[in-house]
Each structure stands twice: as C-alpha cells, then as structure tokens.
C-alpha cells in the first residue's frame, strides 16, 4: 500500500533522487563513533544542529504565549511559566537550550580548529562556520532581554552602551538596536523581530550553505 | 539543434506533458565494498548511531531542565539603581576586558574594537593566517599555541567576571524583607552595633547603606559565620571593622541571629 503511494507520486514527481544522494553518501570509519570511541568528537557539528532544532521548536511554543510589549512581556513569561502545562519545561529547554547551543557551537569549533579540517579545500565553510557563529551570539543577546525583568532589561542597557562606545559608528548602532534614544518599548519590540525573524531566517540560511559545502565536499580524512 | 537531427534518433519518452523522463534508470545503493575502512551509507546506518549519541545528549539535557527552573526576575525596573547589571555568561569575558585600565576610559576602543576585532578577523580569516598542509595540532605549534592561550584568557576572563560579580553581590543592599522591625532593638546588641561602625554602612535600621541590609541574617547566617565575617571582612568589607572586646563581639553576634525577619 505504501510502496503503491510511493511509487505514484515517484512516477509524477521524480522524488527518489532527492533523498537518495542525502541517504547513499558515504560516512568514513574515522568519524563514525560505533567504531571508534574518541570519534564522539565529530559529533558535535551534528548536535549543535539537534539543539538548533530543539530551539526552533521550542521558541514556536513559547511565542504562542509571549506578548512583545513592556506591559505584557514579563507577566506573559510568567503566565507561561506558572499556569501554562509543560510552561516551564519549555521556557527551560530554550533557556538552557541556549547555553547549551553555545558550548556545542564553541566544541564543534575548537574540534574543526584543532584538526585542521579548515585548511584547503575547506575555507570557505570555515567562514560560513565564523558568520554562523556570529549569529548565533545575537540570537543569545536579542533573546537575553524578552523576559523583560530586571536582569534582562540592564544587561541590555550595558551592552548596547558598549555597543555605543564604538568609535564614529558607536551612536548609529546604539540607535539601530534601541529603536530610540532610551533602552525601552521600541528596544522590546525591535529584539523580538530580530530574535524571531531575522536572525532565524540568516541562522537557516547560512546553515543550508554549510550542510551544501560539507556535502559537496565531504568531511575531512583521518589526521 | 542540427546535431540531434542527425546523430541521436532515441526516442525521449516524458510522463504527461511534464519534464519528468518515463524510461528512467533505478537507482541502487552504492556498494560500499570498495571504501576504504568501514566506511557506511548516511541513511539509515550512520544516522541510527548518531541518533544514540543524541539520545544521551538528551537524557542529559531534560534531566537540567527539569532539575533548574529557568530563572525570571523581579520585572524590570528602570529606576532601580542598586541593580547589578550583568550579561549572560558567554558575554563575561568581553564584559570583563572592559574593566581593565588600558581597556576603558580614553581606551575603550581598545577593549571594544582594537582586542576583539582582531580575535574575530584571525578567526574569520584562519585558512589564509594558517597555509601549511599539516593538519596535525602539535606540528602546527604557531596556531595552536595561540589557540590555547586564547582559551586559557577567556577562561581566566570569565572567571574573573563571575567572581567579581558575586563578591558585589555580597556586599550589595540586596533584597528588603517584608517584616523590617529590628527584634530587640533596646537590647545591648544594638548599642553595640550602633557604637561601632557596622552601623555606618549596614544602616541604622538594619536596612543597608553602602553595605548589604542585615534584617533576616538569622535565616541566612549562623552564629559562626557571622563572627567570621566581622573578623575577615567579606567582599568590600575589610577585616577588623569591630574594635569592641570579645564578649561584645559574642552579645553582638547572638543579637545578630536573632533577626530573622522575613
């Protein structure tokens, strides 16, 4: 029966190619950790892509209840975190989800700068690799304030002031983060858009980018 | 389109009108005999195994979720100016450069553009900084040399920032209880603490000046840690603040633990 549905839409669609070339690549034995053990270092590429994908989803969630306004945000995070079922388990996976990005983005680094794998032909996915990096960070810094309490909002306000102390373009920065002159309701709802939508949106791309180069590629041989 | 004319007389069969070709070839796997090592299809047999070190990962993981209560404040307070701003911890280092004389004031660029603008470019631009074929680390010392010391200062940094933080934490007004009576306030303990300079920075009413509030110590503090903290000092508070004799010092203590407002 499935076979016959397959087989209906492969003979429309052509999809058999698609997920052929993704599932016959080949994996060498010196990454695979079933062969040996000290190979769990490559696994943290792939891992920062399962919480990546544990932060997409839980963020979904979480903006199901999250108001971006400074009357609402805070008491809509606690709404969220008290009353609503499984609230806090959410709220937790993408709290500590965050963090935990952040250590497996960082070990993944150190592993490909520690083996070289980003010497010739592999540069430009090292630098794809950086930019991820990068935004990565402003998705911890934008994400840091939503909860819109005390920690949040003055941490905010010493980042974008060192932001601010940048030489020339110091003051166009500030003002592009705040939305204003002051850290406040157009700041909250300006690192929301930027939290949900752009930052996102640049993460997915450069992400495909990177999994098109591995592919394309290959992952580097035994040192 | 000459060429096709003459040369290729196979007929191209499609399905419908679409761009799909009916007289496809099927595809089979690729047999891996051929690779070196135990080399292995993505899909399904790799994946399954790196599927289990993700399983791990995520009994690990949901076990710190569920054991900490991700944290959320009081709501934000602009006007609150006893506040001790600090960033999430991966920001800690920067934030810490900061403080550093030759990284501040009239040098801020250094500390804000100067030091992590060249982190960030040698990091951006490693494959060009690090030609050589060697991949192995400890045959290219130059780049893993820097990496390691890099590492170390982020950590050192880091740490710094943290305990620097918490010392202030101690030594800041804090948090008032609801109930802010001082039990016993005619008792001798209190003269004791007026006499001397507690009072100047923990306040008159126990409410804390330039030092952290005292009122519910009792809850917080035992008997001997708090005439430790009189003869150490703790965070900006030196040692030696309590010029009275030891048997005030012991009346002043046992007054101490008995604020235990909440």
Sequence with gaps: MLRAIYDWVDERLDITPLWRDVADHEVPEHVNPAHHFSAFIYCFGGLTFFVVVIQILSGMFLAMNYVPDIENAHRSVQYLQNEVAMGVIVRGMHHWGASVAIVMLFLHTLRVFFTGAYKHPREFNWVIGMLIFFVMLGLGFTGYLLPWDNKAYFATKVGVEIAGSVPVLGPYIATFLQGGDIVGAQTLARFYALHVFFLPAALLGLLGAHFILIRRQGISGPL | ?262
């Design chain 2, 1 to 262: 389109m000459a060429n096709n004319q003459e040369g290729n007389h196979k007929q191209v069969h499609y399905v419908g009108d679409s761009h799909v070709r009916a007289d496809r070839s099927k595809l089979y796997p690729k047999d891996y005999d051929e690779f070196p090592g135990k080399t292995e299809p993505f899909l399904p047999n790799f994946l399954l195994k790196e599927w289990m070190v993700a399983v791990v990962f995520l009994v690990g993981f949901m076990t710190l979720v569920m054991a900490e209560e991700p944290p959320l404040g009081e709501f934000a307070d602009p006007t609150n100016t006893s506040f001790l701003p600090v960033p999430d911890w991966y920001f800690l280092f920067l934030y810490q450069l900061l403080k550093h004389k030759w990284a501040a004031g009239d040098f801020v660029v250094v500390g804000t553009m100067i030091v992590p603008g060249i982190a960030f470019m040698a990091l951006l631009f490693a494959p060009w900084l690090d030609r050589s074929k060697e991949r192995r680390p400890l045959k290219r010392p130059v780049a893993t040399g820097i990496m390691i010391i890099t590492l170390v200062a982020i950590s050192a940094l880091t740490w710094a920032a943290e305990y620097e933080h918490e010392q202030q934490l101690l030594s800041a007004p804090g948090e008032t209880p609801e109930n802010t009576e001082i039990a016993a306030k005619d008792s001798k303990g209190y003269d004791i603490y007026a006499k001397n300079a507690c009072i100047k920075c923990h306040g008159e009413n126990l409410e804390g000046t330039n030092g952290p509030g005292l009122l519910g110590v009792g809850n917080k503090l035992s008997a001997d840690e708090i005439s430790k903290i009189i003869a150490e000092g703790r965070g900006t508070m030196p040692a030696g603040m309590f010029q009275g004799s030891p048997a005030e010092e012991k009346i002043l203590v046992e007054w101490l633990t008995k604020q235990t407002q909440k």
